[in-house]
Every structure is written in C-alpha cells, then in structure tokens.
C-alpha cells in the first residue's frame, strides 16, 4: 500500500472545512487523477498526503507512516520518498536552475554534501540529465527569473525528476504549458512513475487530459470524494454533475488558464535602506 | 458652508483633532529642547563659528599631520572591519534563533529577541565607554562595543529580511524532507541575498561613522584626532578630518552600489556559481578582516583572562543596585525628556529640510550637499553646532537634523523616484501647474514609503539623542557622561537603563504610528 486516508478531515483555523471525511487508498505505483471544480479540495488532499498539513480528524497513513505521529527523524525521512510539483514552482527566481533542481535531493544527502553543492554544484551531470527530459538542458545554469512561466514549471518537474521520490504529488503540474507539451509532460510522468513503480497522484484542471492518461480517476467536490473510479467507466453525465455550477461547460485543455508567475513582493527594501 | 450635513466632509472632525493633539505634543518638546533660532545669529556665537570655519580655510596639509591623518584613518577602518565581522559572526546565530524564517509553524524566540533588544537598545558609545573603563584606552574597546550593538542590529535585520521573501520554496524543500538550515539556504538566502549584502555593506558604512565617534570617548581613530582639533579650535586640521570622512563614506556608497550590481549580473554558463568578482569580494573580505585585527593588535587572550573576567565582573557589580533614589529619577526623567525632545526636534527639521532638498526639480546639486551632511557623523556635527548656538539640547537637536537631513533627503529622493509617474503626469497634461501636480499626484504615492522612512529614522535618532550629550548637547548622555567621569556606577546604571526603556518606547511609538498612518 502506497498510501491509506481513513475517514479524513481537515479543517483550517478560520473554521473553513477543506476536507471532509476521505477515505482513500492507492498501491504501489498506482496512477490516480484528481479533478473536480476549483475549490473542491484537490489541493488540500494533496497536501494532506504531502505531510505538508495534518489531517485535523481520521487517520492518515503515507509510505507505512502513520502521519498523525510526528517523530523528527523518521518523519523527515519519510519526507525525501515524497515529490512534489506544485502549481506555482517554488523556486527562488535569483537561484540557477542546476541549484534548484539539486535541491530535489536535500532531504536524501547528508547536510556536508548540500552545503558543498552551494559552493560548487555536486551533481551537474544527474541535474542535466532531468533537464532534458523537459527539454530544458540549454538553461542548466541560467537563473530562474530568466525562465518563462512554462519553462519555470518544468524545472520544477525536472526536480522531482531528480528526486526520484516514492510519492508523487503533482498540483495542476501543466497549467503554465501549452496543449501539446501539457500531453507530453503528463506522459513523461507517468511513464517515469511507471518506470520506477512509483505511486502518482496528480490534480488536472483539464477533463480529457486526466482521462486520456490515467488509469484510475478521483473526482473531488465540496471537500468530499464524488466518485473513484477507473477512467474507462467516468461518463460524461458524471463529469457534468462534477463540474455543475461552472457554467455548464466541461474544462478541457483549450480553455487552460495562463499562467502567470508573480514577482515576490519584497518589504524589506524598506527596512533595510534605512536602518 | 456648515449648512448642508451631507456635505461636510467626514474627515474633517478627525484630521483637526489629528492636527491639534500634534500641537499639544509637540510644543512642550520643542520647549525642552530649547529651540530658539536666535541663538544662530547672537553676536557672539556667530564671532565663534565664523572664526572656527574661516579656521578651515586652508585645510591642514602639513606632513605631520597628514602622517597622523593616515594612520587614525586606517585605525578607524580597522575599527568599523573588525567591529562588523564580530557583529556579523554574534549575528548569524542570532538570527537563526530569533527568525521565524524556515519554521513550518512560525514561532517567535521570546528569549532571543530580549537579548536582541538590550544589545541594539544600548548605543555603542556607552558600550564603549564602559569598555574603555575595563580595558583602558584604545580601539579594543571599540571593536568589541560595535560588534555588540551592530551584532543586535544585523541579526533583526537578517531575521526580518529572511521572514519577509516569499515562504514558499523553503516550506517545499521542507515537505521534501530537507532540515531547516538547509531549507533557509536553498529556499530563501537566493532571494534574500542582495538585500542582505547591500544591508551589511550599509552597516560597514554606518561601522566607519560609529568608529569615528568612538574615537571621543578614547577609542583610537579619527575621533580622537577631532576630539582634538576641536578642542584646540584648530579649523584647518577639522577641515581635513572632515574632507577624510567624506571620501571614506563616498567611497563606502560607491563600493555598495558596485556590490548591488555585481548581484544583478546573470550568472555565466559554468558549474561554479563563483566567478572573478565574487573571488575579489572574497579574498577582499579575508584579507581586511586580517588585516584589521592585526593592526588594531587586539590581546583577546588578555581580553579573557580570569583576571580580566574578575575585573570586568567587579566592574558591573558596580552598577548594581541602580540608583532609583527619588531625587536621582527626578533628573534622569528630566534627561529622557530632553532626550525625547532632541529627537523628535531632530527628525522633524530634517524631515522638512530633506523634502526640500529631495524635491525634483532641485535636486542635481542639492545631492552633493546631501551626501555631506550625511558622511559627517551626528556627534561630530554637535562638536560644531554647540560652537554655533552654546551647549544644550539646541546643539543637539541641530546635529541631529543636519545628519538626519542627509540621511533622509536621500532616501525621499528615491522613494519619490520609485512612486508611480502616472498620476502626476496625467494631471500635468490636464494643465496642473508642476508643484500642484506634485502635491495631488505624485505625493500621495510617495507618502506612506517617506512617513515610514521617517518614523524608522526616528527609531535611530533616540538613538543617538540619548549619546550626544557626551559632547555637551544635553539629554541622558550628558548626565551619563558625568555620572561615568565621577564614578558614580549606580546612577550611570539607572540612566542606561533609562536610555533602554526609552528607545523601546519609541520602537513601540514608531511601530504604531507606522500602522496608524500606514
């Protein structure tokens, strides 16, 4: 078992229900697309699932981890077998990209090897060689700020690439890229998951990306799961009741919304030119 | 005009009384700082200060002296190097302590952030007084009080500067299983970097101010050769002192601004991020902090002897218990007081005079005149205002607008440079003449950046306040200074924690009123 969500729930601060009452499963190497309207949750999950947030009810279990207990060591080790891509990569625009796609690796190498890597980059053969699986090998020591929306995303992809983790967690992983490469991106993770036997899970704002692709489709509304089924038996009735509310129209790539990478608001220029 | 409610303006009520509780603040400070602008033109000071400065004319060029020059210049650089690279090396940890930056769940470190407080609240100059006390004259003293208060100073700043770059990366490399050092390193020190190198170069340049100011207490350098100059009312000598200051903090700027654009450079295509220039910054930064060291000749094995721990913890018991006699706090009130009126006083003329100065089209070269008055330390401007007005918190408050005026004419400069065109221009084109289309278009852009300007300056200008008074320009300093040349530990203690409390007190004001007026 990849991972196992029993009846979970999760809350935020303000009292706003984000998830509730998940029951979840998936084996190893599993392939399993998340879609449902925006707002139902999908990221939450995915969160959820990532260790990034705990699950406030039920019980959550990741790679044979019980989430719930957090020990320090087993629990950041735990973390290195999961990979995450996120819908806006995190990634600091000043970082080169060989930088940023070595870091996949922080959790996995020893603290002497990252602190090293800053000073002269440990592994540029291994970074060049997940740059080129997202076509991006000319840019390994560009900065990031340098990369458009798309490009930054896929050097975001090529550092899970390189983390080689268990789990893979990808958040809208293609919205930044146009139809053609979205294709071919969603297919090069699956078949690195495939390659490895690792476990995929991956939200897709685009219907006929999802179903096109992955073998086993969750559908999420309202915090809930709607339903969880192989992608051969989703009907377009089902997705129709999925997506009711937003205006009727089923999302499928053509109608991808760009992506725009925003420039991080910086409010210690203030401060610091003064004092 | 009162006639119709609805067409009263709703504001009104509030500015007023916004406009008056000013007045009733401010008319009592402004009477305890003595400000009484006559006092520039009595005939007698204005005989003082008009021989003093035609004393300038020709500056000291004598090889004797330019040999002193030299060596009180080097002095003071290596007392700024060495005084920052402790303060850098107390900062780092401090600042991973006290940061919430990295923290999956932000926590704030109240132990740390205490310690932070007292180390930046006490200025380096009382720091160094005391140590001159413990370690006799000479820059020992010096280094060790900078590395202190700007150790404090570096490490708020580095945390705040760390909390306030985007999260988001270092909290992905956390979920990927990465520690926090390393999260800070990979995730947020890429976008911090620059921020936090212009910052410590800034902090160099304020190290050589701080440095030369130490020099009047006996701590070496610069200071203690204008300390004489001045005593002896020689002008010509000051004149070079002060042209020496000039090119340091000329050079320091010029040297921060190169650093800034050697950050922007893309990176070449080769594996080592390092190239030329960040090997030249490097070995510039070894080979000075060195250098340094050596040539200020610090004993540091003889700093920490048992003996010297046994002298040094004789020394502080002294200073307790403070005095909190009745009559002693009546004084030291009166002080904070003064202290608070020098400040405000202070920024407040400077505020003024740097908007003028800032204004654009007079800008060109009034800029020139902005970095003079900047590169010349507060203190050594109260030298030479209490020759101008007498000695007293006028003296004071005058130094402190002088500097501060550079100091802020710079900064409003920039902020009404990055403050959106558009608006002001469009009222230009409508056919508003440029001053009025500076007030309703250009202004209220700049506003919030100049009013926050203003009110940190004010965070530093107590500051300094609470030490001018070591040259006679009134406030707490002038009775700490006493209080230290007689012995008097108890009462010297209750004022320096008089000069806490209050550079608190004005952090909170300052903090508020950034949010009120933000």
Redesign the interface.
Known sequence: MSFALHGVGLTHANGFRALCDISLRAAPGERIALIGPSGAGKTSLLSVLGTALAPTGGLAEVLGFDQNFRSTVAFKALRARIGSIHQAPPIPGRQRVVTAVLAGKLGQWPAWKSLASLIYPIDVAGARAALERVDLADKLFARCDQLSGGQLQRVGIARVLYQQPELILADEPVSALDPALALATVRLLIADAEARGATLVASLHAVDLAIGNFSRIVGVKGGCIAFDLPASEVTVPLLHELYAGEGGELPVQAHEPHFLSQAAANGAATRAACC | MLLNPADRDPAARGRLIGALATLVILWPLFQAADVKPSALFDGGNLKVITNFLVGFLPPETGAEFLGYLGKATLETLAIATAGLVLAFLLAVPLAYLASGAGRETPTLNPVTRALLTILRGIPELVWALIFVRVFGLGPAAGVLALGLTYGG?LAK?YA??LE???A??A?????????R???I???????????LA??SV?RWECAIRASVVMGFVGAGGLGQLMDQAMKMLNGGEAATILLTFMVLVFSADGLSGWLRRALDT?????????GWRSGLVGAAIVVGSVASFRLLDIGFGALFSGEAARSIGEFVAEFFPPDLSADWLERVGKGVWETLAISVVGTLLAAVAGLLLALPRWRAPFSFLLNTLRSVPELVWATITALAVGLGPFAGSLALALHTTG?LGR?YA?ALDNAPPAPGQALRVAGAPGGLAFLYGTLPGAAP?LI??TL??W??NIRMAAILGFVGAGGLGQLLYFELSLFHHAQASTVIIAMLLLSIAVDQASAWLRRAMG
């Open positions: 100073m700043v705040e500067i306030s770059v985007d988001a990366p909290n992905a490399l956390r979920h990927n299983g990465a520690g050092p390393l999260a390193l990979y995730g947020l020190l890429p976008q911090a970097s620059k921020e212009s910052y800034y893309p990176p070449a295509a080769r594996p080592s991020p390092f100091v900064l920039e950046q926050a300007y940190y300056r965070e530093m």
